[in-house]
């Protein structure tokens, strides 16, 4: 990557990491604390990098680049999180030959710390997804499937609160809706709930019980969409609680997050990094000791 200046008036500075080389970035922030979150969506399958021949992909992306990464930014900051907005499976070799198992393990041998679904998740079925979660070291988090009369019954958790340096960060999930993008036959009773009334209640609960710091959805309804479709840009304006929505299932690119207005007129950050793993997403977050998000802008210099 060409060498790029990014100056964010918010609280949490942002980049995008291409996974075309190894890149390096040099964060200087008078705040008492910094919580990284790094993350991937709509990953497909795509274990290995793009060859020199496929046009603007050639050369980018590969899980082994993504973990020295990881492993780079983990070691400047171990307050770090690894989140993924789901359609996990489906889009080469690996998966039609292992069926999901594959990229569970290396998710796992990354250290994920969570993910939610996709609905090309699905596509082995309910009971394919479910046999490969033995093989997932990381939590799944859904709040608007219902699974209650299915095999996954238990299997995720409608949010999941993590403590980084005194930082307490809650993390959720919201999936589209399954009819339409999937035969039923392969979800089965998984009943779809409405993603705003989730949203509300999962992030007011967040916030306001169990006292989160920052909170975040991992979305798969879309960035946005012609008409009156739900997506994650409808979901920040609708919503109050939430700081961060990292999504996926549009494939869409953002080079800096987008930056909506929520019901109470508060900035909610939301993102997305394309697709097939070609690129990494990084949010910092600047705390003060009181875990107060600070305001007073980051330089990010992407090398």
Known sequence: MKRKDFIQNTAAATAFLSLGGISSLSFNSKAEKHITILHTNDVHSHIEPFGPDE????????????????????????????????????????????????EFKLMSKLKYDAATLGNHDFDNGIDGLYAQLPHADFDFLISNYDFSNTVMDGQTKDYQVYNKDGVKIGI?????ELQGLVNDNLYKETKYLDPIEMATEVSSKLKNEEKCDIVICLSHLGYEYNGNKISDRKLAQATENIDLIIGGHTHTFLKKPTVEKNKAGKDVLV????????????????????????????????N
């Open 55 to 102: 046009g603007r992909n050639a050369n980018l992306g590969g899980v082994g680049r993504r973990a020295t990464l990881i492993e780079n930014i983990r070691h400047e900051n171990p307050n770090t999180l690894l989140l993924d907005a789901g359609d996990i499976f489906q889009g080469t070799p690996y998966f039609n030959f292992y069926g999901g198992e594959l």
């Open 172 to 176: 959720f999930g919201i999936g589209i």
């Open 271 to 302: 993102n997305q990094v394309g697709c097939y793993g070609l690129y990494l997403g990084r949010i910092d977050f600047y705390l003060n000791a009181d875990n107060n998000l600070k305001g007073d802008g980051v330089k990010i210099a992407v």
